[in-house]
């Protein structure tokens, strides 16, 4: 009987030991998007100016979809790759970026902007989440990259960083280009 014992505990300590080396593996900021590959959920709203902007006035071209809040550390941290990437792409015919305010007011959202510098694109007003709900964000800030035929084909958790863009959206974009989903 105390051979079973032990054998049921080996047992029990191997299969421990092996579901936590294969957590070992993956990354706590990664939380995969059922999103991913499927069409991005249109919007009509107004921006931080009162004007009307839609999703769908960027069909044709990528877009990245940034939510962030000026309540949010994460989102000041990410800012000036924000402000980078901004004057990067600024040429670029095929490619925008849309923030989308969220759980937020416009007073603090325009200090936001003052204060750590306007990227020069437009940011939708959304205080009371229902497009940030309609995106399955989980917090900010959270990006998604939008296809030209409005599939979302990545999502980025935390904050965009230095070389993001080349190193994530950019290699997506030219296998798009070359004929891959």
Known sequence: MKTLWKGILLLAIMAILTLFALGLGNDPRVIPSPLINRPASPFTATDLDDQPIALADYRGKWVLVNFWGSWCVSCVAEHPYLLELAKKVRDRNDFVLVGVDFRD??????RFLARHGNPGYRHVFDPGQKIAIDWGVYGAPESYLVDPQGMIRLKQTGPLYPGWFEKMAL???????KGSP
């Open 105 to 110: 007011s416009k007073e603090g959202a325009k």
């Open 171 to 177: 290699p997506i974009m030219q296998s798009s280009q």
